[in-house]
């Protein structure tokens, strides 16, 4: 057989875990899921680990770095915000839609002080599928042309747009988180007014284009927390 027709082997399936290492694994995530939403992405990994009943090593045996630990726990998260995108873009109700989403998005936020991090600087390469990504904008896009289409969502804004309501609302939940966690939803509500068509005003700024809003996201000061010991 010749080189040029010779094929690759084929990959070897992942071993599986053994029971107790697989144990281990699944109460650091638990271990994780609650500490991050509570203190966010910068909580103690010593702390995890205390919590779960393993020493650090074998967290890091599981979780060479702390972005690791991060991309388990934000795939479920950024999974719920495709599923609430979706029923949102399929909704008939166009404004109620929009409304849907946005106010789903901001629920992820405020119950999970990780993904209010993570959502408000930009996201690890490697934190959600370059196809998940992907699809969160077309469905984002989707959302917009239905209200618009219908003329309840004014037809200067753009989905670019929704980094303001993102920004705006980490800052908003973190101030009050201990003080009046829901406060979050009046400010929500009075941003959705803004958006509506019969409210609009001419606007004396253009929007920011896309690769604006990833400029700015990187420029977020959260995310050199976020990062500092991945």
Known sequence: MSPRSALPAP???????????????????????DAFAVEGVGASLEGVARQAGVAIGTLYRHFPTRLALVEELF???FTDLLDAAEEAAA??????????????????QACDRAFNDL?????????VSCQSVE????????????????GVLRDDV???????????????????????????????????????????????EPPLTRRQVDESLTAFECREDACAEC
Request: aromatic share 8%; glycine share 2%.
């Open 158 to 204: 753009v989905p670019e747009d929704l980094a303001f309501v993102m920004w705006s609302q980490a800052g908003i939940i973190q101030a009050t988180r201990t003080v009046a966690p829901n406060a979050w939803r009046r400010h929500l509500h009075l941003m959705l007014d803004a958006f509506r068509a019969q409210c609009a005003h001419e606007l004396p």
């Open 11 to 33: 990959e070897a399936p992942a071993k599986p875990l053994r029971r107790d290492a697989q144990r281990n694994r699944d109460a650091i995530v638990a271990a994780a899921r």
């Open 75 to 77: 795939a479920a998260k």
């Open 91 to 108: 909704m008939d109700d166009a404004w109620q839609g929009f409304c849907h989403y946005l106010e789903r998005f901001a629920e992820l």
């Open 119 to 127: 959502v408000s600087s930009k996201l690890p390469t490697h934190a």
């Open 135 to 150: 699809r969160a904008k077309e469905l984002a896009d989707q959302i917009f042309h239905n209200a618009q289409q219908q």
